[in-house]
């Protein structure tokens, strides 16, 4: 059974980048037809998908974030990063690592980090 878990600084200033990890125990980020998204939750709000990764390394962004987006990934260690770049407080939100198989439908979560954009 796969496994997903995030991690990075809790905290990051306003105008910075923010970087999270994600590492993936129990199957390999490189399987065929499987893609690694990033998703958050800002607080009172739902749910917004920033992004993911695909087995191929091909990238596809929310076209609302994809200005400040980059994910990419390390298959030496089974990690998929996200960077976000210029943050502000509006950026404050639970972030979440997915995977999802061929009909896209995100079937495992880690199980999110909060980042807090504050001075």
């Known amino acids: 059974q796969v496994q997903l878990q995030e991690s990075g600084p809790g905290l990051v200033k306003p105008s910075q980048t923010l970087s999270l990890t994600c590492t993936v125990a129990?199957?390999?980020?490189?399987?065929?037809?499987?893609?690694w998204s990033w998703i958050r939750q800002p607080p009172g709000k739902g749910l917004e998908w920033i992004g993911y990764?695909?087995?191929?390394?091909?990238?596809y962004y929310n076209p609302s974030l994809k200005s400040r987006t980059s994910i990419s990934r390390d298959t030496s260690k089974n990690q998929f990063t996200l960077q976000l770049s210029s943050v502000t407080p509006e950026d404050t939100a639970v972030y979440y690592c997915?995977?999802?198989?061929?009909?896209?439908?995100?079937?495992?979560w880690g199980q999110g980090t909060l980042v807090t954009v504050s001075s």
């Open positions: 997915a995977r999802s198989g061929s009909s896209r439908e995100l079937d495992a």
């Open positions: 990764i695909a087995y191929s390394t091909s990238t």
């Open positions: 129990g199957g390999s980020i490189t399987t065929f037809n499987y893609y």
